[in-house]
């Protein structure tokens, strides 16, 4: 196994990472203000199908990218108003959005291109445009490594040590957490709590538009049915693995990032192709149930 071919499985890991960091960035922020946004799966969806259509016609990179934010954010608005001030449900108005976005993509796919299976955009500036890096793409294996990467690409990983930074360095953050802490105290503050809890889960939903803009732009330009392929459950629970911490969110997403790699590595093996889809998933569950036993026992220690 050559060394270049273990640069191209790093970089088909970093391109696997990083819209399920993204999510669970998003995630993390919301678990911070205690509002469960299960939403995620369709609110991805949901952007990826609306930055394709958008570039798909208009050919502007830039509007495109918009488009995903403003559509992710209006969804995690959404969901937050009927959580926080309608006090609904977080599972079934979560749900609802899954549903509903999953059902709406499928309709728009048929109505607009008369089919339900994949929509391609082919020529010139089709996608997001690659970054080649300086100096690293002069230098054989770094630049396997680091090619075909968008600049939302790096973006994800940079914007984990920017929400570390919010999150825990400023008086922001601070406020955020306190609400997640303890919502009668910080409101003794002179914190608006509900108000806080819904612009900072808005906000939050404008990097799930980026992620939805790899999915449909990034290093494929296409859609299809359910793209985003249970993603936003992935991160979900790359998010509960870590408690909401943006570094966490990293290392986490990371490993799922590895296991979806790991799939793509082995797809011309003798492993059967059903096999393979399963080994993210499998991994998902396998890592939520590792943690659950070392919070159990981590509980019964800190009884005794």
């Not at 607009?112 to 299976?117: A, L, N, Q, R, V």
């Not at 969110?249 to 889809?277: D, H, P, W, Y």
Request: with cysteine.
């Amino acid at each position: 196994m050559g060394i270049e071919y273990l640069a191209s499985v790093f970089n088909t890991i970093l391109r696997q990472t990083a819209p399920i960091l993204l999510v669970a960035l998003c995630a993390g922020v919301c678990s911070k203000v205690k509002v469960f946004n299960i939403a995620l799966e369709g609110t991805l969806l949901t952007s990826a199908f609306f930055a394709f259509l958008t570039q798909y016609f208009l050919r502007n990179i830039l509007l495109s990218v918009l488009v995903a934010m403003g559509v992710a954010m209006l969804l995690t608005f959404i969901m937050s108003f009927f959580i926080v001030k309608l006090n609904g449900q977080p599972m079934i108005v979560g749900m609802a959005i899954n549903t509903f976005s999953l059902g709406f993509t499928t309709f728009m796919l048929s109505m607009i291109f008369d089919t339900k299976g994949t929509v391609t955009i082919t020529g010139e500036n089709a996608g997001l445009p690659k970054i080649a890096l300086p100096v690293i793409k002069d230098i054989p294996v770094l630049s396997t490594m680091f090619t075909n990467l968008t600049a939302i690409d790096y973006a994800a990983f940079l914007l984990a040590i920017v929400m570390y930074i919010i999150m825990y360095k400023t008086v922001i953050g601070f406020r955020l957490r306190a609400i997640g802490i303890n919502q009668s105290a910080a409101s003794s503050l002179g914190i608006n709590v509900a108000r806080n809890q819904i612009i900072a889960t808005t906000l939050s939903g404008a990097m799930i538009g980026l992620a939805g803009c790899l999915l449909s732009l990034g290093s494929v330009t296409l859609f299809i049915q359910n793209i985003s392929s249970a993603r936003g459950y992935v991160a979900l629970a790359a998010n509960n693995l870590c408690q909401g911490h943006p570094i966490g969110a990293l290392l986490s997403s990371l490993l799922f990032g590895f296991t979806q790699a790991l799939a793509r590595v082995l797809q011309n093996t003798a492993i059967k192709q059903q096999l393979l889809e399963c080994i993210p998933y499998i991994a998902t569950i396998a890592a939520m149930a590792v943690y659950n036993a070392i919070a159990r026992r981590r509980a019964k220690a800190a009884k005794l």
